[in-house]
């Protein structure tokens, strides 16, 4: 066979390149056409937004009148109404905040299409601190103060941060949050995810009538300060004590959480599963978010029952075991906190099966 000239090599060459090319560009056109494919499906419903999205009337037509707060008020707040699109988006976007991972999805992978490419750890939900699919309300359904409301923080986004002290719109909001609080991967502020979590925020502030401009008890936490305690510091020893009696039966002695059947049950405080370094949840990155948290929320089921200087000691305590390191702080930070999160958890197990040899058989992981 005659060799190839210089010039047809140059033409393969050519040829090839453009094959891949052209290759790229229809995958992606098909990935494109299967998202907009999944938009138009109906959505199936955790069982927690099917029952909250009843109850706040979600439905399309030309008009809203919110039954909560004609129920609670009397009075009917007639909003503008949702196409086909806007009520699948807030039912995706109720989805994400209920269950992040697709834990109570039939099909993961299709029905979490626009979460999961988020996701790094396996426990995180949203829910775990947005308690209530992002709207914790009283039995008598009052919206709980500190309560995380992502209604109250929608409709309250459009003020000054208090930690920047810059406008910050929802979007960046909810990104420190796919970012840090879950551990994940950086979004796109126009990806799906965000606009059906936003859309989903933007209902929930509609149907509790809340208005812009207005300040909210429930947005954000109610934070623990160190001056609200008698100042006798935040203590390691008595935070360390306080989460074994208290936490640990739930949370794990480590912190690690507890799965069982592939079903979070109590999700991960510490380890590669939870929150990062960077997250406002972590005590040594803002020290008063996460003993509001403890203090109003936990122990679950004995929620009020610690007392400001205790949600301080176990915060402090918290946030020393080992965790992921958030976006900002390099690949040095990121290497040691693996190293850490793979050492401390076994080194800690061998110690104390040393000191409490007896108990050893008993303690779980
Ligand atoms: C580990 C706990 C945790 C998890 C998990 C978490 N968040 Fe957050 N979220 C927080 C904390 C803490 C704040 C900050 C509150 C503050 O600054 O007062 C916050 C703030 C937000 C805000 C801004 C609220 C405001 O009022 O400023 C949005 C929006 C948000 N989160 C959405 C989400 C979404 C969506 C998810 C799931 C992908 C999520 N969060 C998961 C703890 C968490
Ligand atoms: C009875 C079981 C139980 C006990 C005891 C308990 N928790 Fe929780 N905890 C939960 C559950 C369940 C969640 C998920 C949120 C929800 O369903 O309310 C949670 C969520 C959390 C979260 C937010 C989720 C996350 O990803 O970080 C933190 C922080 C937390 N608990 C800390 C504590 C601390 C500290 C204590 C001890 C004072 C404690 N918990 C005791 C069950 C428990």
Redesign the pocket.
């Known amino acids: 066979m005659k060799p190839l000239t210089h010039a047809s090599k140059k033409a393969l060459r050519l040829v090839l390149l453009v094959g891949v090319l052209l290759g790229l560009y229809a995958l992606a056109v098909a990935k494109h056409d299967e998202r907009a494919r999944i938009r138009q499906q109906p959505v199936s419903l955790t069982p927690g937004c099917a029952d909250k999205l009843a109850r706040y009337g979600l439905a399309a037509g030309s008009h809203y009148v919110s039954p909560y707060t004609l129920a609670r008020t009397g009075y009917a707040s007639v909003k503008q109404g949702y196409t086909e699109d806007d009520v699948r988006a807030i039912q995706r976007g109720c989805n994400?905040?209920d269950d992040?991972q697709g834990q109570q999805a039939a099909d993961p992978a299709r029905e979490r299409w626009n979460?999961s490419r988020f996701v790094r750890g396996t426990h995180?939900?949203?829910d775990?601190?947005?308690q209530g699919i992002g709207d914790k309300q009283t039995a008598a359904g009052v919206p709980q103060t500190g309560s995380?409301s992502?209604a109250?923080?929608w409709v309250?986004?459009d003020m000054y941060?208090?930690?920047t002290g810059i406008l910050l719109p929802?979007e960046l909001?909810?990104m420190?949050?796919?970012i840090n609080?879950?551990n994940?991967y950086k979004p796109n502020v126009a990806d799906d995810l965000i606009r059906d979590?936003t859309a989903y925020?933007r209902f929930l502030a509609a149907a509790l009538d809340l208005r812009f401009g207005n300040r909210y008890p429930e947005?954000?936490?109610d934070?623990v300060t160190a001056s609200s305690t008698l100042k006798r510091g935040d203590d390691y020893v008595r935070g360390a004590a306080l989460f074994q009696q208290k936490c640990a039966r739930c949370h794990g002695p480590q912190g690690l959480g507890t799965v069982v059947d592939g079903k979070v049950l109590f999700p991960a405080v510490a380890g590669p599963n939870?929150?990062n370094l960077q997250?406002?949840?972590n005590f040594s990155f803002?020290s008063t978010?996460l003993p509001g948290?403890i203090c109003r929320n936990m122990p679950s089921g004995e929620e009020g029952t610690l007392s400001a200087q205790d949600c301080r000691d176990i915060g402090f305590y918290v946030s020393n075991l080992p965790r992921p390191a958030g976006d900002k702080q390099g690949p040095l930070a990121a290497l040691w906190q693996q190293l850490m999160m793979r050492l401390m958890p076994p080194l800690i197990r061998t110690v104390e099966r040393w000191q409490r040899p007896a108990a050893s058989g008993s303690s779980g992981t």
Request: with cysteine.
């Open positions: 994400i905040i992040l979460a995180t939900s949203c775990h601190c947005h995380l992502l109250a923080s309250m986004a941060e208090k930690f929802y909001h909810q420190q949050c796919y609080s879950s994940g979590v925020s947005q954000g936490v934070e939870a929150f997250s406002r949840n803002v978010i948290f």
